[in-house]
């Protein structure tokens, strides 16, 4: 079982920045995959960000490219997410997921069997 625990997020204005946390507990192995997924009211769940921790390789949906960077801390087992030029479709719930494996990493939702509980994202025009 892996548990996983999401914080940061909140409100910004359009342009302005936020940053998202993600650390992982329980059964951990030393390479697996974590990622960062939103849902907006309405909406499927989008994957936005990837990271294959222990090799640093890291994987960013086109639809954010240029303005999210994903990161990790190997030794805390946390991955980051820092968002600048926030734009009001960036706005929604965003999750955290992992999957213990050393496969290269996907950004589909139906990959991942470990999943946070979501914090909320809201950018105003």
């Known amino acids: 079982q892996v548990q996983l625990v999401e914080s940061g997020g909140g409100s910004v204005q359009a342009g302005g920045s936020l940053g998202l946390s993600c650390a992982a507990s329980?059964?951990?192995?030393?390479?697996?995959?974590m990622a960062w997924f939103r849902q907006a009211p309405g909406k499927g769940r989008e994957g936005v960000a990837a990271?294959?921790?222990?090799?640093?390789?890291?994987y960013i949906a086109d639809s954010v490219k240029g303005r999210f960077t994903i990161s990790q801390d190997n030794a805390k087992n946390t991955l980051y997410l820092q968002m600048s030029n926030l734009k009001p479709e960036d706005s929604g719930m965003y999750y955290c997921?992992?999957?213990?494996?050393?496969?290269?990493?996907?950004?589909?939702?139906?990959?991942?069997?470990?999943w946070g509980q979501g914090t909320q994202v809201t950018v105003s025009s």
């Open positions: 329980g059964y951990i192995r030393s390479r697996y995959c």
């Open positions: 990271a294959q921790i222990g090799s640093g390789s890291t």
């Open positions: 997921a992992a999957r213990m494996t050393s496969f290269r990493c996907q950004l589909d939702r139906d990959w991942y069997d470990a």
